[in-house]
Structures are given as C-alpha cells and as structure tokens.
C-alpha cells in the first residue's frame, strides 16, 4: 500500500504502541508522520521514548491532521473522545475504534454525517508482523476506505473482515489468545528445563514447536486440527 500521509493515536497505552510499532516496522508510515495523544505528559513518556513519534496533550490536534485516526481509549470514554474531536473530522479521513464494546451506532452518532467509522481488534503480535485483526464498517464507509484499512491491518499480520456482532468473540478469542500460548511456551520450556535443557533452549524450542503447529494449521485449512494431532510422532 501507499505510506500514508499522517497517522494518529488518540490514546497511547498499549494497544496503541503495538500497533504503531507495527506500522512502523512494515513502513506504511514513517514515523515522524505518526502523533499520538494523551491525558498526560507522563503517560507519553512511553510511547515517545520507545517509537520516537510526536505526540500531544491535544485530541483535536491528533484529529485535525491524521490521514487515518485510531481512537485506542478506554471504551468508558470513547463516546466522549468521539464528540470532542468531531468539529474537526472529514469524510476523507478514517477514524478506527480499538475500543472493545463501543458499537458503530454509537460511534456514529459522535460524529459528523458520512463519517467514515469502524472497529477493529487487533493483537499483540501486529508488533512483530504476526497479528490478526478483525473489522467491522460503518454505514457510511467507501470501498476506497475499506481497502486502506485492509492494507493497514494485512501490513501487520493477517486481516478478516467481519460483522460487528462477532467482534466481542473476536476480543476472547485472538484478541487475548496470545495470553494462552504464552502459558502454553512457558509450560513446555518449563518441562524442558526440568528435564535439564537450559532455559533459553527449552523457550526457543518450545516456541518455535508453537510456531510451527500453527503453521502448519494456516497452510492446511481443510484439514482439522484435531487430525493433525495424530500425525505428530513420540518416543
């Protein structure tokens, strides 16, 4: 895809770093054309130091000059945020909600007619390329839109296009599955280690293990992953 002109962050926690430092990594924006905004100067702290991207006390000034405006707030405050920003938002940009439980409607109604809306839920791996994400459009967005945020989220990892309504399975299941397969590294890097392999051996192996079944599943997507179970061979 294009680099994109200017990226915004309304919202600097986590969910927001990791999907800059994606952006970034895969060169879809440089990141001097990346600002992200928070309540406070110490809770950019972070964002700043670590990503080296401007940043601001001001939503308005993330919302005026953002070619593609990610609202990474708590969901608690998202309408709030949403009514703030309105006067300065154009139907050329488009405005992503992270926010999980915030519907389209919602979203919507904040902002000016022909907004161009959706949500998305990412994870934790579109910081190293390997996530997936899943959005959700609003009543309003164009075919132009649509594919930018395409682009955006492929850049990062993989990109379903799906109905709202699954976006909350969507958070449980790879919006905090990451969390499991972590367990489930340490787990088996565990056993290795009391089986006397040293640490860093054990968690490599146990990683790339996970990483490798789960390629395996991608690239053989008719074939259920209980079936694979049974190939897998142990002394």
Not at 104 to 118: D, N, S, Y
Not at 189 to 211: F, I, P, S
Request: aromatic share 2%; net charge positive; with cysteine.
């Amino acid at each position: 895809m294009k680099t994109l002109r200017s990226l915004g962050f309304i919202g600097c926690g986590s969910i927001a770093s990791t999907l800059a430092r994606g952006l970034i990594n895969a060169r879809v924006v440089d990141r001097e054309k990346v600002i992200a905004s928070g309540p406070t100067a110490k809770s950019l702290t972070k964002i700043k130091e670590e990503l080296k991207v401007r940043t601001t006390l001001c939503n308005k000034e993330v919302a005026r000059g953002s070619e593609v405006i990610f609202v990474a707030v708590k969901p608690h405050i998202v309408a709030t945020v949403l009514q703030e920003i309105s006067p300065e938002i154009t139907s050329d940009q488009l405005i992503v909600s992270l926010a999980a439980g915030i519907k389209l409607k919602t979203m919507e109604e904040k902002l000016p007619v022909g907004a161009q809306v959706m949500r998305a839920m990412p994870n934790t791996p579109c910081s190293v390329g390997a996530g997936v994400s899943a959005i959700s459009v609003g009543s309003a967005v164009t075919e132009e839109h649509l594919q930018k945020a395409k682009d955006l989220f492929s850049s990062v990892g993989m990109c379903r296009l799906t109905s709202e309504g699954y976006l909350d399975i969507v958070t449980g299941l790879s919006g905090c599955g990451p969390t499991y397969m972590y367990m489930t590294i340490e787990a088996l890097a565990d056993g290795g280690v009391k089986a006397g392999l040293t640490r860093e051996l054990a968690t490599t192996m146990a990683a790339q293990t996970m990483l490798g079944a789960a390629k395996m599943v991608l690239d053989n997507p008719r074939t259920h992953p209980g079936e694979v179970v049974h190939t897998v061979h142990c002394i």
